[in-house]
């Protein structure tokens, strides 16, 4: 199975200022999270962020948290938790006013729901707890999880590459930024594959 851009969402967990100096590969990491955000905006897939207890561990960086539709303040170390259900699969739409006092064919018709992208791609920090709890949340929550392994870490390579066995075994597809762009664009015609191909080099 490929990725499809119409089907995706990418969620960017907790790549904060106070976070990152003590992450493993920080630098790499969070450059990684940037690329897939600029790609997400390029190929139209919708881009979220969460910040965790940001008042103590600052907020994301602004070149990130500028290509996020929402950033969602948090305290969970799920995001899930914290309300990103409700984001990534909004509620369907209510029918407005008197309508069920009129006859059927006086009713308006009720808008269908924008069509639901059930694909979140994840990456972010720390990889062993708030990425970790976030993706299985997700999963629970039946969406198809992909990890970003290359935009992910923790402080430690051990604490990472743990949470990385334990996603795989839960069910999510582990993945890298070049193979999310590639599945996204899924050929060499697309209008946007310069754009993208200058972002990975």
């Not at 590969?25 to 897939?45: D, H, I, S, Y």
Request: with cysteine; net charge negative; hydrophobic share 45%.
């Amino acid at each position: 199975m490929l990725l499809d851009a119409s089907d995706s969402q990418l969620v960017l967990v907790d790549y904060q200022a106070r976070l990152m100096p003590a992450i493993f590969e920080g630098p790499q990491v969070l450059a990684n999270g940037v690329r897939l955000a600029r790609m997400a905006k390029a190929l139209r897939v919708p881009v979220w962020g969460t910040e965790q207890n940001p008042e103590k561990l600052g907020p994301n960086p602004p070149e990130l948290r500028d290509l996020c539709q929402k950033t969602l303040s948090k305290m969970h170390f799920g995001a899930v938790s914290d309300g990103l259900g409700d984001w990534l699969r909004p509620p369907a739409r209510q029918a407005s006013g008197n309508a069920r006092s009129l006859p059927r064919h006086l009713q308006k018709p009720v808008a269908p729901a924008a069509p639901e992208r059930q694909t979140v791609v994840v990456a972010g920090c720390e990889a062993h707890v708030c990425l970790l709890q976030t993706a299985l949340e997700l999963i629970e929550q039946e969406f198809d999880v992909w990890v970003v392994t290359d935009a992910c870490s923790s402080r430690t390579e051990r604490n990472r590459d743990a949470a990385f066995d334990r996603l795989a075994g839960a069910g999510a597809e582990l993945v890298t930024t070049e193979m999310v762009a590639f599945e996204w664009l899924r050929t060499a015609d697309h209008p946007a594959f310069r754009e993208i191909q200058a972002l990975i080099r």
